[in-house]
């Protein structure tokens, strides 16, 4: 995701919280994006007492009554894919939202405030958007990608009591991150996810990013998830985890990475693995597609799975945000059904009880399809039948996997857009047959339909497979992990941190070996004779 | 007599909404074809049974809403409330900010017993608008979190408040595969605890509708709501005000009574089934027209050969000899060819009803040997047309077409439970093994026929 090399060209120490960059735009992005705000201020909440004459529709007046979530983003990795979701975020809600109207929608992801007049924290709940401010906590320990954020055009989504930031970084070290920043930040995470939940008024699901393979993120990150676990028992807890390539240059990443999965193992309710080659090898192809010329001029704008078009984003692109782009989309899609309507509603609690049969095969294979989509004719089904068959193809895959050719456990099919139950149905008949489910769950299809589309397309879909494809991507960290361990090699950068024993590292690969088990076991029934138990027999 | 309804979860929420519209719909059709005293009692009836009369003319539905997450809600009262010809009421809905996820566990045991109080309130104002109460029609879904454990659990509180009211559930079978993972566990855990609480449960599948759509609809696109609007189709064809028995002078003030007295013999049977014949596109309405003798003979060979739809009836399926009777409790396993009836009602609306001749449904092969065709078959008739329709038949059915699919249900639910996948989901809610093998007991039991007196021996 990231560049390995944890240098950075941004300048660390001169650059203070308060917003150096040029500030001309007075109201900030809500202006930007939903025309709203600015020059003439109307009466703070003059908005939101039109509102209240109406009578309300449901439950307490004022009060918002869907769900909402915040994102907590960890490291260098966790920062920038958060960056691109929310700017992406914001673009899908100004293209549904035509009328600068703080709704049910945007609520899930943002609050509404105030911040002219030295800035009140308090939420406007109801009528126009003053400025919004994303529901999220910034972590990293180091200050170079935060920093960036708070130059760029998103600095006004988000402000200082949503920072946690360091100036010496983690070293790519779990320990550092886990232990000794862990430790020394408690407090301080505490505050600022009580404070960040205190504005919610259903907080419904964390989403943490990080990295795997690093010090911050991967230390740091599955330090916070704990914090979550037992500060917020209720809430659910969704990880994007970014997990390092092969030839990752950070030496110490399986270390990190092994330590950092017994922590997702124990403590996430879902995780959804990223890999760099996976997204990488999609950016690839969408550009080799679109600059062939043939299908280029054709492409719709807006459409590219890795497009910032139409985003906030006014700098040049950096090399990474496509692939960025392909991890915040899929945290739009997997959230869009809890924001907008749609025949078949699919709850983000939905996604764990239907996926996870057992605790800790929690991790959910995902892809997004289509990649583009083309201007040229209204949706002929055949395409919307491409859309479905993609969505399994390992090309398609956001790591390097191949459910196709592996068991399902379960798979849910999210899909948004002018797509309907027929359609569905027609698809998971046609794809059942080429796909192997285990014994006790043949039909393990959950599907959700939402009607509002992703920008630039006319429908989409997100496929989550537990599938034991996973598998791989596990056993070779094992792999590379043991390597380094029976050399014990770097193993004295990390037990000199306060708190971190051996038995940190026999216990971390002991639960990664187990997980493997699981899904070997798994994977044993699929050839094994289907044998059914008899049912319980009544006695006349 | 008045019916309250109540919607459960998304699914039952959507569908109740498409009954209030169907019933709506053709209580202002103009294509009544009988006189206007006729059309004026129907239409009477009617209101009685569904609305509420409000100072500003438009009808407010006997219902109450209720769903632990607000969209669909919000979106069913102002669609409602935008058609102009009827309305939900706005107090009489309640709905939290999260769903139930699926888990039917956190509705029946976390939301129901949370918010009881409240809901019970609103069932209770509703009963107190009708002069009269027949009963409570509730609707949900069996896949889900809400519809399914709220509803089970609304149900069980329903008996309780309302001893002496009927309860009659609809009941939305999910497809076969694809809506909810956990939909066979859910369904299980629903359908035995309904059992033990409703009076009769009556039963719609989404894989049969979706055919009907496809087949006799001719939509290309199926989206739910064309599959939610024949169900509504059918549910008001059969609630919708009859005479209840030859020479009736008045329409039947009892719907609900009137069913469980003719469909429910016995507290062990009480699944019910509904076909209903014709059913078309409103194009191809324009230019069909029926007979009633051949509409008689097709429904009657959709309930012997097991049709959901008059488009690929088994002809070959013949009741059994006299004298070599069927068993009926066959075994589930076998192919089911001839399904024996416990008890049927044909209800039969529009042109020329006095005139039809129903004598195919009395045959003494077609039931049970402990119940004869005069007690086991019923008749509801009116001249009133219903819904574009010139003449329909509806035929509601206690009889053994579950069977297959209970067993189906079931023995999936056996399977997945066996391994012990995602019983941690509902452990987590209250809802421990123990439960769940009570509830397999149960359905086994209703499979069997076999009474809950009678001593058990269990192996597994």
Not at chain 1, 56 to 72: D, E, H, K, N
Not at chain 1, 94 to 106: P, Q, S, T
Not at chain 1, 122 to 149: Q, T
């Amino acid at each position: 995701m990231v560049p390995s090399t944890p240098s950075l060209a941004v300048g660390r120490a001169c650059v203070s919280l308060t917003r150096t960059a040029p500030g001309t735009r007075g109201a900030g992005l809500s202006e930007a994006w939903f025309g709203v705000g600015g020059a003439s201020p109307s009466p703070v909440g003059g908005g939101g007492a039109a509102a209240g004459a109406r009578a309300p529709l449901l439950t307490a007046p004022g009060a918002a009554t869907m769900t909402q979530s915040v994102v907590v983003q960890v490291g260098q990795c966790g920062n920038q894919i958060g960056c691109r979701f929310w700017d992406l975020a914001l673009r899908e809600h100004a293209a549904v939202n035509k009328k600068g109207i703080y709704d049910e929608a945007l609520s899930s992801f943002f609050r509404n405030v105030d911040t002219r007049n030295g800035g009140g924290d308090a939420d406007i709940h109801k009528g126009k958007i003053f400025s919004l401010k994303a529901r999220a906590l910034l972590i990293d320990m180091e200050e170079g990608v935060v920093n960036e954020i708070l130059q760029g055009p998103l600095r006004d989504v988000f402000d200082s009591k949503q920072l946690i930031t360091d100036v010496s970084g983690s070293g790519n070290n779990w320990a550092v991150g886990h232990k000794l920043y862990g430790y020394q930040y408690r407090e301080h995470i505490v505050e600022k996810l009580r404070r960040t939940a205190e504005h919610c008024d259903c907080l419904q699901c964390f989403f943490v990013i990080h990295s795997m393979g690093g010090g911050t993120g991967s230390g740091l990150g599955t330090f916070v998830l704990n914090v979550l676990e037992d500060e917020f028992p209720e809430v659910y807890r969704f990880v994007t985890s970014v997990y390092p390539s092969g030839e990752d240059d950070v030496i110490t990443s399986p270390y990190n990475s092994v330590l950092a999965m017994k922590e997702l193992n124990e403590h996430a309710d879902c995780v959804l693995p990223i890999e760099n080659e996976s997204l990488f090898s999609i950016v690839s192809k969408i550009h080799q597609m679109t600059s062939s010329g043939k299908l280029g001029s054709t492409v719709k704008q807006n459409s590219l799975l890795t497009s910032s078009a139409g985003s906030i984003k006014t700098e040049q692109e950096k090399p990474f945000d496509a692939m960025n782009n392909i991890v915040a989309n899929l945290l739009l899609n997997l959230t869009s059904s809890a924001r907008f309507e749609g025949s078949l509603n699919m709850d983000l609690n939905e996604i764990s009880m239907n996926l996870v049969p057992f605790p800790r095969l929690h991790y959910l294979v995902s892809s997004l399809t289509p990649l583009y989509t083309l201007a040229d004719v209204n949706v002929p089904s055949r395409r919307l039948d491409q859309m479905f068959s993609d969505a399994f193809s390992k090309d398609h895959q956001l790591i390097q996997a191949d459910p196709k050719h592996s068991l399902y456990l379960a798979c849910a099919l999210l899909v948004r857009g002018n797509v309907q139950v027929s359609d569905l149905r027609r698809n998971i008949e046609r794809l059942k047959p080429s796909l192997h489910f285990v014994s006790w769950n043949q039909e393990g299809w959950k599907t959700g339909l939402c009607s509002v589309p992703p920008v630039g397309h006319s429908h989409s879909l997100l496929a989550l497979a537990n599938n034991t494809c996973v598998k791989p991507t596990f056993t070779e960290l094992k792999d590379r992990f043991m390597k380094l361990y029976k050399k014990k090699a770097h193993l004295h950068h990390y037990l000199r941190v306060d708190g971190m024993e051996q038995s940190c590292f026999s216990e971390a690969i002991s639960s990664l070996s187990d997980l493997i088990e699981e899904y070997n076991q798994l994977d044993a029934t699929k050839s094994a004779p289907g044998t059914y138990p008899s049912r319980l027999k009544i006695a006349m | 007599m008045s019916i309250v309804t109540v919607q459960l979860g998304q699914c039952g929420n959507q569908i109740g909404y498409e009954v209030f519209n169907a019933i709506c719909n053709d209580f202002h059709s103009t294509h009544g074809l009988c006189s206007k005293k006729e059309n004026e009692s129907y239409q009477e009836a009617c209101k009685e049974r569904f609305f509420s009369e409000e100072k500003t003319g438009v009808p407010v539905a006997r219902a109450v809403l209720v769903d632990m997450e607000p969209k669909v809600i919000s979106q069913t009262l102002s669609i409602a409330a935008r058609s102009g010809h009827w309305r939900y009421d706005h107090q009489s809905h309640f709905c939290q900010k999260q769903g139930s996820g699926n888990n039917w566990a956190n509705g029946y045991s976390v939301h129901g017993p949370r918010y009881r109080d409240v809901i019970m309130n609103l069932v209770q104002k509703e009963a107190e608008k009708c002069d009269r109460l027949s009963g409570f029609f509730t609707v949900m879904s069996m896949a889900g979190g809400t519809g399914s454990g709220m509803g089970a659990f609304v149900t069980q509180c329903l008996r309780d408040a309302f001893p002496t009211s009927f309860i009659l559930n609809q009941v939305i079978w999910p497809y076969g595969t694809g809506e909810v993972i956990v939909q066979n566990y859910n369904s299980v855990l629903t359908l035995s605890h309904l059992y033990q609480s409703a009076d009769a449960l009556l039963v719609h599948e989404n894989d049969a509708i979706h055919k009907i759509c496809a087949q006799l609809m001719n939509i290309k696109k199926i989206s739910f709501r064309d599959v939610n609007q024949v169900i509504a189709h059918q549910l008001g064809s059969v609630f919708q005000p009859t005479y209840s028995s030859e020479g009736a002078s008045q329409y039947s003030r009892s719907p609900l009574g009137d069913l469980m007295e003719s469909l429910v013999p016995h507290p062990e049977f009480k699944m019910l089934g509904l076909r209903n014949i014709p059913q078309m596109s409103e194009n191809s309405l324009t230019y069909s027209t029926f007979t009633w003798p051949g509409l008689i003979k097709h429904l009657r060979q959709m309930l012997i050969a097991n049709a959901k739809m008059e488009e690929g009836i088994d002809w070959q399926v013949r009741p059994p000899l006299p004298g070599h009777p069927v068993p009926p409790k066959a075994s589930p396993n076998k192919a089911l060819h001839f399904n024996t009836s416990i008890a049927n009602l044909v209800v039969l609306r529009g042109k020329d009803v006095q005139s039809v001749d129903l004598g195919g449904f009395r045959d003494p092969a077609l039931y049970t040997s402990w119940l004869n065709p005069q007690e086991a078959f019923k008749i509801w008739k009116t001249p009133r047309a219903f819904n574009k329709y010139e003449k329909s038949a509806s035929l509601v059915s206690n009889s053994q077409f579950l069977l297959k699919l209970m067993d189906n249900i079931v023995g999936k639910a056996w399977n997945m439970f066996a391994s012990k996948a995602y019983v941690h989901q509902y452990t987590k809610f209250g809802i421990e093994e123990e439960d769940f093998l009570d509830c397999f007991t149960t359905l086994e039991q209703a499979q069997t026929g076999v009474g809950p007196f009678v001593p058990l021996k269990m192996s597994y």
